[in-house]
């Protein structure tokens, strides 16, 4: 996520959990007001909190002056990092494939990888459940995968 601008008046990369600043008062009262806010101030708190109950690595801050970043790396970003070596492309867009769907077939992978056999395609999958990366659910027809 890239904002224009830096960061306002007083605060830091090393201070932004523990400060508050709104650069427009009036809007986050009115936003606050309407409900769009639940607190003041908790963004950032609250974007931590979520990341580290869900298990993702916390929130990387970047200020340019020019440009304030916030990334968010997903539990696909932990595998791809992990096992990157160990991973061939269409293992890699079945995570991809995940980060946006909590399930995979058999099927979709096919309709992800069709000029690649179903069999290779089937090694795949069961390469990455011998590794710990996804979890195999129901048998044959009925066969799907999720993120382990």
């Known amino acids: 996520i890239i904002s224009p601008g830096g960061l306002p008046g007083h605060i830091t990369l090393e201070n932004i959990l523990e400060e508050h600043y709104s650069r427009n008062p009036r809007l986050v009262r009115g936003l606050y007001y309407w409900g769009y806010i639940e607190e003041l101030g908790q963004g950032i708190d609250i974007m931590?909190?979520?990341m580290r109950r869900d298990h993702h690595p916390p929130p990387e801050f970047r200020d340019t002056g020019r440009s304030f970043t916030v990334t968010l790396y997903?539990?696909?970003d932990q595998i791809a990092q992990r096992y990157g070596d160990m991973l061939?492309?269409?293992q890699i867009r079945v995570l991809q494939f995940l980060s946006t769907?909590?399930?995979i077939t058999n099927s979709?992978?096919?309709?992800?990888?069709?000029?690649v056999s179903p069999e290779t395609l089937r090694l795949d999958l069961k390469h990455l459940v011998e590794e710990g990366i996804l979890l195999k659910i129901g048998d044959k027809r009925g066969t799907y995968y999720v993120l382990k």
Do not use: K, W
């Open 101 to 103: 769907n909590e399930r």
């Open 74 to 76: 997903s539990t696909v």
């Open 88 to 90: 061939n492309p269409r």
């Open 108 to 115: 979709q992978f096919r309709e992800l990888c069709p000029d």
């Open 48 to 50: 931590y909190e979520a």
